[in-house]
């Protein structure tokens, strides 16, 4: 997990931030790309919002393609990097949904490489901001249930994901290659 990481600086950053009855941490522990915590926490907690959980406390890691690429192989035995990881740390009992459809007690980890994003917005030629962003949406809709193993689920978390950006503000993500490389364990 995020905490894991053997190296610190003193220019890493976390940010705690409440929201109603959700909490999301925010930890910075990159420096390919400046990122505004404050501007991608608001987004993250109106994309909380949008998929209506309550109740939570998630901690989101933006880290480097090396960091991730280590994670990636420690948690899902897959060498190399990838663009977002999520960890559901909740008890199966507290983050079903609820009789209104609302997502209580879902506690996770969110980790995004902003290395990753910064590459990949360039093939996508939209801002490195959106297409973190992007990542850490897709990594919500995994802690809230959404999968991308088989077509049809792809189908319905791209529409999902598309839905969530135009709620918060943000544009819809270019066309996707076909091939997924979010991974949940």
């Known amino acids: 997990m995020a905490s894991s990481h053997r190296r610190s600086t003193t220019r890493l950053s976390a940010r705690h931030v409440t929201s109603g009855d959700n909490t999301v941490v925010l930890s910075n522990r990159q420096r390919i790309m400046a990122v505004c915590s404050k501007t991608l926490k608001r987004l993250f907690m109106a994309a909380m919002n949008a998929v209506e959980m309550t109740d939570s406390d998630i901690s989101l890691a933006i880290v480097n393609d090396k960091a991730i690429a280590d994670l990636h192989e420690t948690w899902l035995g897959i060498p190399g990097p990838t663009d977002v990881l999520s960890f559901n740390l909740s008890s199966p009992e507290y983050a079903q949904p609820s009789h209104h459809g609302k997502r209580h007690g879902i506690h996770g980890e969110i980790i995004a490489s902003a290395e990753t994003a910064a590459r990949e917005a360039r093939v996508y030629s939209w801002s ?28 319905s978390m791209r529409r999902k994901e598309r839905s969530v950006m135009k ?15 979010c991974h949940q364990r």
């Open 167 to 181: 709620a918060i503000g943000l544009p819809a993500p270019p066309r996707r290659r076909p091939k997924t490389t």
């Open 128 to 155: 490195p901001e959106h297409e973190l962003s992007y990542y850490l949406i897709h990594g919500l809709l995994h802690l809230v249930g959404y999968d991308d193993q088989t077509p049809s689920e792809r189908i």
